[in-house]
Structures are given as structure tokens and as C-alpha cells.
Nanobody, 127 residues
């Protein structure tokens, strides 16, 4: 059973950089064909895929999302999301999730692409 846990600040000020970490247990982020994503859900809106890092370190981002940066620490079995210059529109519940194959990159908004999710962490952008 793979377990994902998000961690990070619950409150971020506008223009700052948001940093979130997903700690994975029960499986390795370097397992062949696994893809590790960040997905968020703003209040009253649907899920929005932000990007992913693959088992081999390849990184993929939602088109036009220039403020995001995803990285990983294989020694800690963690991957991270940094989102710069945040605004109140970045207020959301942020989730990390795993997919078993590259289909998630072709169709990241398809929830069937994911087999494990973290519980989510609320991030509020406010001064």
C-alpha cells in the first residue's frame, strides 16, 4: 500500500513562493513507470493538474503554468512543488498523487489515471 502525505504552510502571503512536499511511503518514487503529480482544487472548482515528476526524473508541467517548479529528493523518497508569485487565486487544497504509467501525462485530468492520493493540504494565500 502506497501512502502519500503532503506537508507545507497553510498560509502564504501574496507574491511569496509556496513550497509543498509530498512524502511517499510503501513504495519508491523511482519505481519504473511511476509518475508523481501535484493536483489542486480551488474552492468551488474542479481538480487541476499542475505537473508531475516521473520515476526517471523527467518533469512535466501544465501548459502555460510558468510559476511552478517540481523536484525530488530520492534519498528521502519525497517530491516537492514550488509555486512562485502566488496570488489569492492560488488558494486551494493541494494534493499529491501517483499514477502507474505515462497515460497520466496525456490525460492528467482523468481521475482514473491515478491510483494513490494524499489526503490533501489546504493552502490559503492572504495578506
Amino acid at each position: 500500500q502506497v501512502h502519500l502525505q503532503e506537508s507545507g504552510p497553510g498560509l502564504v502571503k501574496p507574491s511569496q513562493t509556496l513550497s509543498l512536499t509530498c512524502t511517499v511511503s510503501g513504495g519508491s518514487i523511482t519505481t519504473d513507470t511511476s509518475y508523481w503529480s501535484w493536483v489542486r482544487q480551488p474552492p468551488g472548482k474542479g481538480l487541476e493538474w499542475m505537473g508531475a515528476i516521473a520515476y526517471d526524473g523527467s518533469i512535466y508541467y501544465r501548459p502555460y503554468l510558468k510559476r511552478a517548479s517540481i523536484s525530488r529528493d530520492t534519498s528521502k523518497n519525497q517530491f516537492t512543488l514550488q509555486l512562485s508569485s502566488v496570488t489569492p487565486e492560488d488558494t486551494a487544497v493541494y494534493y499529491c498523487a501517483r499514477a502507474e504509467d505515462a497515460q497520466v501525462i496525456a490525460d492528467p485530468d482523468n481521475l482514473n489515471s491515478y491510483d494513490y492520493w494524499g489526503q490533501g493540504t489546504q493552502v490559503t494565500v492572504s495578506s
